[in-house]
């Protein structure tokens, strides 16, 4: 089985500009999460798709957000970046819910500058 | 907010020896994971305990449940140097906010 993948793997943005990630779950894998990691923040939870609905939502502002395909591909969105927003964005996607064995991407790192 | 904390935060042990981290948590939980990840990549899933269990083996990996502590500790025994990395502690918080502690970073030296 193919894992997780995620698109791109490296992105260097500016200011105020909006940016799109992408991840492809492994195969028959409905629940897609997105995590944002910083040295300083360590990992953090920012929503979790299920069957094309954000079932939920970490403690971000309306500048993130995300979607899910019916193919359980997902992508999430970051409008007017800051520079605070540079990370690596960690994908992972799992069978049913955010508490099973979730599988990771390899992540998109994101610099802002 | 970080649901678990790992202690220590760093760690460092010569090949061959075992190595002890551990974590707390806050609320309630259905299960705890520990999740390796190797210098700025992805996470990959070791182990999963559920609030039921009190121990769970897998290979060198041995980890322990104390609900009543609110505390969880992972074991590496023999350790080598391809298990440097840094480990992390993973709750579902309200089942549904996975929850992250900032990790226990683990050197092994050959």
């Known amino acids: 089985k193919a894992g997780v993948t995620q698109t791109p793997r490296y992105l260097i943005k500016t200011r105020g500009q909006q940016v799109t990630l992408s991840c492809s779950p492994i195969?028959?894998?409905?629940?897609v999460s997105w995590y944002q990691q910083t040295p300083g923040q360590g990992l953090q939870f920012l929503f979790e798709?299920?069957?094309?609905?954000?079932?939920n939502k970490g403690n971000f502002p309306g500048r993130f957000s995300g979607r899910q395909f019916s193919n359980s591909r997902s992508e999430m969105n970051v409008s007017t970046l800051e520079l605070g927003d540079s990370a690596l964005y960690l994908c992972?996607?799992?069978?049913?819910?955010?508490?099973?064995?979730?599988?990771f991407g390899p992540g998109t790192r994101l610099t802002v500058t | 907010s970080q649901q678990g904390e790992e202690d220590p935060q760093a760690l460092s042990i010569q090949e061959g020896e075992n190595a002890t981290m551990n974590c707390s948590y806050k609320?309630?939980?259905?299960?705890l994971q520990w999740y390796r990840q190797n210098s700025g990549r992805g996470l990959v899933h070791l182990i999963l305990?559920?609030?039921?269990?009190r121990e769970k083996h897998s290979g060198r990996l041995r980890v322990t449940l104390d609900t009543s502590k609110k505390s969880s500790s992972l074991l590496i025994t023999a350790s080598r140097a391809a298990d440097t990395a840094s480990y992390f502690c993973?709750?579902?918080?309200?089942?549904?906010?996975?929850?992250f502690g900032a990790g226990t970073r683990l050197t092994v030296k050959p």
């Open positions: 798709y299920f069957s094309e609905t954000q079932r």
């Open positions: 992972a996607s799992s069978l049913a819910a955010v508490d099973y064995e979730q599988y």
């Open positions: 993973a709750t579902a918080y309200n089942n549904n906010d996975m929850r």
């Open positions: 195969s028959g894998h409905r629940s």
């Open positions: 305990i559920r609030s039921n269990e």
């Open positions: 609320t309630s939980i259905n299960n």
